[in-house]
């Protein structure tokens, strides 16, 4: 019933931008994020975003080149990522679930996409 459909995923440069899209159905507006999984790593917190858009969380990593976002009359997430690295390549996954907006764990989301690669080249 609950799904979340990811898309924007792919090959990009380094220094270059993608935009991830993430919608969702069976829910409105439940707090979401993004996490992503490097292979041979353990998944890694990326952002979080609250019901109404106003308060968001990164992780250092990626602070000050990714941005979080939400259209809630699309029932829809974003992660719109600027200046790649090579260290940003990893599976990207979209997550929900009704807790409090914060650096999240794996374990704290209750609905997941199913991941969408990005690469990023030299």
């Known amino acids: 019933q609950v799904q979340l459909v990811e898309s924007g995923g792919g090959l990009v440069q380094a220094g270059g931008s993608l935009r991830l899209s993430c919608a969702a159905s069976g829910f409105n507006n439940y707090p979401m994020g993004w996490f992503r999984q490097a292979p041979g790593k353990e998944r890694e917190f990326v952002a979080t975003?609250?019901?109404?858009?106003?308060?968001?969380y990164y992780a250092e990593s990626v602070k000050g080149r990714f941005t979080i976002s939400r259209d809630n009359a699309k029932n829809t997430v974003y992660l719109q990522m600027t200046n790649l690295k090579l260290e940003d390549t990893a599976v990207y996954y979209c997550?929900?679930?009704?807790?409090?907006?914060?650096?999240?764990?794996?374990?704290?989301?209750?609905?997941w996409g199913q991941g969408t690669q990005v690469t990023v080249s030299s």
């Open positions: 975003i609250s019901r109404n858009g106003a308060i968001t």
């Open positions: 997550a929900a679930g009704p807790g409090r907006t914060y650096y999240w764990r794996a374990s704290d989301p209750d609905y």
